[in-house]
């Protein structure tokens, strides 16, 4: 819409249904919204002063509105006229691409401790503080495989074995330091042997074990230090 559209003609003969007719198209082109590659002047329009009238300049795609003081436009948004959307001014940049670091504006967020977990490498936040649960909360098991010399690649807290002969408990891998195990140990009638990683102080481990038996394991970044919590048993 052209800013001269809201402009009654002042000068030459006007008949009466014309001059009507320029007043209803300048009623019409005031109802919209004024819209020209140059900013609008009062005396342009016929106005004693522009506050308050917005302005849709053509030359930058913007919409603005003149101040109350009409001294200044004040810029309420862009247009663009390829997505046919617009932006409101004062707004940051949404960032599709790039580094959180690389932003400006942005909030301040919390430090929380992280650890990489399993094999596509997600990110799992770590509580720093104590916690209280409300259910019980299950350790994880795996089940060892029997053989001449068991492997113990440690996947979870919990293991658990059947032998079907005497056994060598072979040194564990994969222990975290500072993590207790268990070992549930049906044992077939079977006594095993131990590597030299598990440690059973000065008594040494126990002999004729029958049953399932229960063993309390704690690592402690060098030694699996184990305490028989139950042996034997149906």
Sequence with gaps: MSQALIVIPTTGVLSG?????????????????LAGPSAPTAAGLGLASLAGLPWHDT????????????????????????????????LATVATTGAYADLSGKPSLGTASAKNTGTSGNVVALLDGANTYSAPQTAGTQALTDAATVTIAITAQVWTLTTTA?????????????????????????????????????AGPPSGLTGICTFDIYYDGSKYRISTRSVGGA
Excluded: C, H
């Design 17 to 33: 249904l014309a001059l009507a007719q320029a007043i209803n198209a300048a009623n019409a082109a005031i109802s919209s919204l």
């Design 59 to 90: 030359a930058s795609g913007t919409l603005k509105v003149r101040d109350q003081a009409d001294g200044a436009w004040i810029t309420i948004g862009t247009f663009d006229e390829t997505a046919k959307t617009f932006r409101p001014a004062g």
């Design 166 to 202: 005497a056994r060598t408990m072979g040194a564990p891998t994969g222990g975290t330091a500072g993590t207790a195990y268990l070992l549930v140990l049906n044992t077939g009638g079977f006594t095993p042997s131990w590597n030299t990683a598990f440690d059973w102080g000065t």
